[in-house]
């Protein structure tokens, strides 16, 4: 079992940046790939970003490619998001995820373990 703690959402103006963080319980977090995934009222959860274990290959939303990046430190357990030049429309719930699936997947149904979630709010 792998719990993880997001940390860093918040309310920011339009333009502005974030960095969220992922902080996970086991010492075997290099073994998953790592996700970001993100529901606005109302939406459905959508995909964001995600990362192999080594952190050698990222793939993007195309809403977010170019403004966001995810990163992840081994040492620590933990994954990032860094936000920028952020939106209203990025407004929603931010959640990470871990998946034990031998390839990086962007799908919700390949992710086992899920994070409790973080609010970001972006102002216009």
């Known amino acids: 079992q792998v719990q993880l703690v997001e940390s860093g959402g918040g309310l920011v103006q339009a333009g502005g940046s974030l960095t969220l963080s992922c902080a996970a319980s086991?010492?075997?977090?290099?073994?998953?790939?790592m996700g970001w995934f993100r529901q606005a009222p109302g939406k459905e959860r959508e995909f964001v970003a995600t990362i192999s274990r080594s952190g050698g290959r990222a793939y993007y939303a195309d809403s977010v490619k170019g403004r966001f990046t995810i990163s992840r430190d081994n040492a620590k357990n933990t994954v990032y998001l860094q936000m920028g030049s952020l939106k209203p429309e990025d407004t929603a719930v931010y959640y990470c995820a871990a998946s034990r699936s031998l390839v990086v997947v962007t799908t919700i149904d390949w992710y086992n373990y899920w994070g409790q979630g973080t609010q970001v709010t972006v102002s216009s």
């Open positions: 086991q010492h075997t977090f290099s073994r998953y790939n």
